[in-house]
């Protein structure tokens, strides 16, 4: 989910990689036509950063801080102090009008937390509550698009819904309010990742014991530094931008809430 609406959502794109080091760059191009060095300094920059945050070793770094150790195992499964009672699945995005399916469709992020949810409620037999909003007028909710899914190809009931959510605050929020009507105080929480920290401390905000339950460690993955790790990609500068994103998301947490 994404950490605001609005200004807040605009201005991470503006000063967030790519947006911000090509606006950068551009801007000393345009000033080098009245203050040449101040611009091709400025330019210099904002290629620079460009080329940086294009890096694996780039978005490797930032992963670290972001990523647990370790992921939940058969035998950390089921912990002996305050057991989960139910499993929460966090919405990741929607395809819009994707025509193989006449309609509206979970995203590749959420297709990647739905199948470990869908695992870990085969293992565990927890009933599941899925959280996502965003649905657009005469849409439905990712929540809704998730739990068609779920029901549909996988054969598993999804028990609760939450479709308020914008962000992963109010994920967090409105999922707690479901799931304490129903005297649930326990979950496990699947998400990414590099999604998991900011996600974790959202749902304990809300009194909620929480088992993180991350999915695709992208940093997990890395050897020994290689040649690899300095040559930019598309790649990674993608990875470094969704990276990036959680670090503000987090920050904004901080100082928001």
């Known amino acids: 989910m994404t950490v605001g609406f609005g200004v807040g959502a605009l201005l991470e ?11 950068l760059a551009l801007l000393g191009l345009i000033l080098m036509r009245h203050h040449r060095r101040a611009g091709f300094y400025m330019t210099a920059s904002g290629l620079g950063l460009l ?11 930032l992963l670290s801080g972001l990523e ?14 305050k057991p ?7 919405s990741a995005g929607r395809r819009y ?20 949810g869908v695992w870990l409620a085969r293992r565990t037999l927890l009933p599941i509550l899925v959280s996502g909003g965003l649905g657009a007028e005469q849409s ?10 779920i029901e549909s190809e996988y054969a598993l009931p999804v028990r609760w819904i939450e479709t308020q959510s914008r962000t992963t605050y109010e994920n967090a929020q409105y999922s707690a309010k479901i799931l304490k009507a129903e005297g649930i105080d326990s979950i496990y929480l699947v998400t990414h990742a ?18 993180p339950a991350p999915t695709v460690f992208i940093g997990k993955d890395q050897r020994d530094l290689t040649l690899r790790h300095f ?17 503000v998301g987090m920050l904004w947490y901080a100082m928001r809430y």
Request: hydrophobic share 45%; proline share 9%; charged share 20%.
């Open 13 to 23: 794109q503006i000063i967030g990689p790519p947006g911000g080091f090509i606006f």
């Open 51 to 61: 080329y940086i945050a294009s890096l694996p070793l780039t978005a490797d770094i």
């Open 68 to 81: 647990p150790e370790t992921a939940l195992s058969e035998k950390t499964l089921l912990p002996d102090d």
């Open 84 to 90: 989960p009672q139910a499993i929460v699945i966090l």
């Open 97 to 116: 009008h994707a025509p193989e399916f006449a309609g509206d469709a979970p995203d590749a992020f959420a297709l990647e937390r739905i199948r470990y």
């Open 140 to 149: 439905p909710a990712e929540a809704e698009l998730i739990k068609q899914l």
């Open 194 to 211: 590099r999604h998991i920290k900011r996600s974790v401390q959202s749902f304990e905000k809300f009194g909620l014991t929480v088992v």
């Open 231 to 247: 040559l930019p990609s598309a790649r990674s500068l993608n990875l470094t931008a969704q990276v990036f994103h959680e670090w």
